[in-house]
């Protein structure tokens, strides 16, 4: 049986959140500035532990917000997949 | 008894599958796996195996699960919204394909082909011959049903499963023999493309079978009831539309490339 699908909607956004905290990270390492790893490393601490202690429930809210993300999902997935069965059945 | 005899003939079946879980899961096992396909492209960068694991992949890869994640309650509740955008995915396909033929002709006639005609059209052949097999045993099966009673529950639900059945492996060996039909050395240049199309075409298939119920019409006439989707006219003119788009689209390539 599947979780439930508010498990889901917590999950991506955790996932979703986590994702973007990393990309930050990359970002900065990317700029070669260990004082922005660091600060990064700080903000996203703070952040995740903030939001959990004095408003428990900002996940649940924040999943509504990115529950945008299924939609670019849903037509990122069908149009990029057809694209690239177009482009195989024109060049083979 | 009077009951029986007054209550109209269903012609619902005529268009609702059976099992109608098998659309949605169809469906459902194919974006998946076109999905997992995506997250591998991410994972691996550019194919290149010494790519090593960078924070840049981890937060690519964990911001494509959160997106699957999020897209699950979305499938769940809007199912309809996913098969109907499969379908014009599906009648787009087609409508790339279906040029394929045209360019071979002309490749032959302006002397520029690399593969022979009278090869393609015996493949063209053979694969009609599997079609018309499946098509004849389905005919059997149906034949078998109607005389000699039902096998799995009743007449109606047996017709309803091998119209059901017949569906769905020809949407299977439609766009199969699509993508067989390409140049192999596409598929050794990258060999996740097969994974993402075999997704595509389940999902495809899985959209070919979904039972539509939004915008349900219910049209009686004594003594007949027929229970039809709305979106069911609708998606078959939208995709007559896309089909002529992928045409369109597919010569204008073709076309810059001969």
Redesign the interface.
């Known amino acids: 049986m599947?979780p439930s699908?508010?498990w889901?909607?917590v999950?991506?956004?955790?996932?979703?959140?986590?994702?973007?905290v990393?990309?930050g990270?990359?970002m900065a390492?990317d700029a070669d500035d260990p004082g922005f790893v660091g600060f990064m490393a700080i903000s996203a601490g703070l952040l995740f532990v903030g939001g959990w202690i004095f408003v428990p429930d900002v996940l649940t809210r924040a999943?509504h917000v990115?529950?945008i993300?299924?939609?670019?999902?849903?037509v990122g997935?069908?149009v990029?997949?057809?694209a690239?069965?177009?482009k195989?059945?024109?060049?083979? | 008894m009077i009951e029986g005899i007054s209550a109209p003939l269903q012609l619902s079946w005529i268009v609702d599958y059976v099992p109608d879980w098998l659309g949605p899961t169809l469906l459902g096992s194919g974006l998946l796996l076109v999905v997992f396909t995506f997250l591998s492209f991410s994972y691996s960068g550019d194919g290149d195996e010494s790519t090593s694991l960078s924070v840049g992949t981890f937060a690519l890869l964990s911001i494509g699960v959160g997106g699957g994640f999020l897209a699950v309650p979305l499938y769940r509740r809007y199912t309809f919204a996913f098969a109907a955008g499969l379908l014009l995915a599906g009648r787009w396909i087609e409508g790339v394909a279906a040029t394929r033929l045209l360019t071979k002709v002309i490749r032959f006639f302006s002397g520029t082909g690399t593969g022979s005609l009278s090869g393609t059209l015996k493949r063209r052949l053979r694969r009609m011959a599997i079609v018309v097999l499946v098509l004849l045993l389905a005919g059997w099966t149906a034949l078998w049903v109607v005389l000699f009673g039902p096998v799995v529950v009743s007449q109606t639900y047996d017709l309803t499963l091998i119209w059901t059945t017949l569906v769905g492996v020809l949407s299977l060996l439609g766009l199969g023999f699509k993508f067989t039909s390409v140049d192999n050395r596409v598929y050794l240049i990258e060999p996740r493309f097969v994974p993402m199309l075999l997704g595509l075409i389940l999902a495809v298939t899985g959209a070919q079978l979904y039972n539509f119920e939004i915008l349900q019409q219910v049209l009686v006439r004594r003594p007949v009831e027929l229970n039809i989707s709305l979106l069911d006219p609708l998606l078959l003119f939208a995709g007559q539309i896309v089909y002529l788009g992928g045409y369109y689209w597919s010569i204008r390539q073709r076309l810059r490339e001969l």
Request: charged share 5%; net charge negative; proline share 0%.
């Open positions: 599947l699908s508010e889901f909607r999950a991506g956004t955790a996932f979703a959140c986590l994702g973007i990393l990309s990270f990359a390492d999943a990115f529950a993300g299924g939609y670019i999902f849903y997935g069908i990029a997949s057809v690239f069965a177009s195989i059945l024109v060049i083979g």
